[in-house]
């Protein structure tokens, strides 16, 4: 039974870092649900299998929306999900959670994702920005006067933060993320083949020849149906083309990393010269985003060690040392 769980809330995946353990839960953010009767039916990875695949009366949704509670219900029977799973439905001692928002959170969707928290058994429930933990999961020390920047490239947003003391010195986020760049190869798809495909299909597109650059050539076949007859139909899609398909996301993810550097004070912009970008989250792993946010801003830029599960990893060492971070805890007691 684990006491103390941090949660990194995505909108494509949610993960569960149990201090000791490491992260024990890698599942997609989607709950499927009966609309005739209002019934959760599925949760996690058997959800995800519905998207696409579902009759009259049933929906997959994603409850949580650019990094923020689209679906209170649905988000509630998400997060109860992933303490049962780790905690089990009988619990003696209710867990302490850590749960990453975006930079940018209101304080009602701040106070929202605690309410969801504490309504499905949490002691104590906080929530700390990404940027602050994707740092910290990613080995930089966040409480010094020394300035990092850390490019959170999540499914729902990109989180850009420049960190010293602590705190978040300069931020900016922007709901442009992979889920974005997914759907832009969707249209491309749509746009030039007359072949409509799944977000799963438009998914495994960008990771298998997805890139940032413009790469050697490389090409898949894809299978889909046709926009005008309905039928089954194939085409065969090149990097380049995924490449240019991206290039509008791309671009406003860059913006918003040039934006926070303007706004960095010119001491911590010497140290960020030095030191560098960091990028962590699902977005890192597309080809050759380093050398893109490097080649338009001019700063060099590295891609951290397991970047998917930077965020997850800071809710761990947080909970290991809440009394250290408790000022930048926002925090619910029962």
């Known amino acids: 039974m684990a006491r103390r769980i941090g949660i990194d809330l995505g909108t494509a995946n949610v993960l569960v870092f149990i201090p000791g353990k490491g992260v024990v839960v890698n599942e997609p953010s989607v709950v499927a649900v009966d609309l005739y009767d209002n019934r959760i039916l599925a949760v996690g990875n058997e959800a995800r299998e519905m998207i696409g695949r579902t009759p009259d009366g049933i929906k997959a949704v994603r409850p949580i929306r650019d990094g923020v509670i689209a679906d209170y219900r649905m988000t509630e029977a998400l997060i109860s999900y992933l303490i049962n799973k780790v905690s089990g439905r009988v619990r003696v001692f209710k867990p302490d959670c850590i749960l990453s928002v975006p930079a940018s959170i209101t304080s009602t969707e701040r106070r929202a994702v605690i309410e969801v928290s504490m309504n499905v058994g949490a002691r104590n429930a ?72 799944g977000e799963q299909t438009a998914e495994d597109i960008k990771k298998r020849i997805g890139s940032a650059l413009p790469i050697e050539s490389d090409t898949m076949d894809i299978r889909g149906r046709d926009v005008v007859t309905g039928l089954p139909k194939n085409a065969t899609i090149t990097s380049e083309e995924v490449t ?21 004070p010119p001491e911590l912009s010497s140290d960020i010269i030095e030191r560098g970008i960091l990028v962590t989250g699902g977005g890192a792993l597309i080809k050759n985003i380093d050398q893109l946010i490097a080649k338009s801003t001019g700063v060099p830029c590295t891609i951290a060690e397991d970047p998917l599960y930077c965020v997850a990893k800071g809710t761990g060492i947080m909970l290991d040392s809440l009394d250290k971070y408790k000022r930048i805890l926002s925090q619910h007691k029962r």
């Not at 990092?148 to 947003?157: L, P, W």
């Not at 509008?248 to 926070?260: A, P, S």
């Open 126 to 197: 906080y929530v700390v920005k990404e940027p602050i933990l994707a740092a910290l999961g990613a080995g930089i020390p966040i409480d010094i006067p020394s300035g990092s920047m850390v490019v959170d490239i999540g499914g729902g947003t990109t989180e850009v933060g420049v960190i010293a003391l602590g705190g978040i010195v300069a931020y900016a986020s922007a709901r442009v993320a992979g889920d974005k760049l997914t759907e832009a190869i969707a249209q491309h798809m749509k746009k030039k083949y007359g072949i409509s495909v």
């Open 244 to 264: 240019i398909a991206m290039q509008n996301e791309l671009r406003e993810m860059i913006q918003t990393i040039k934006n926070v550097l303007q706004d960095t």
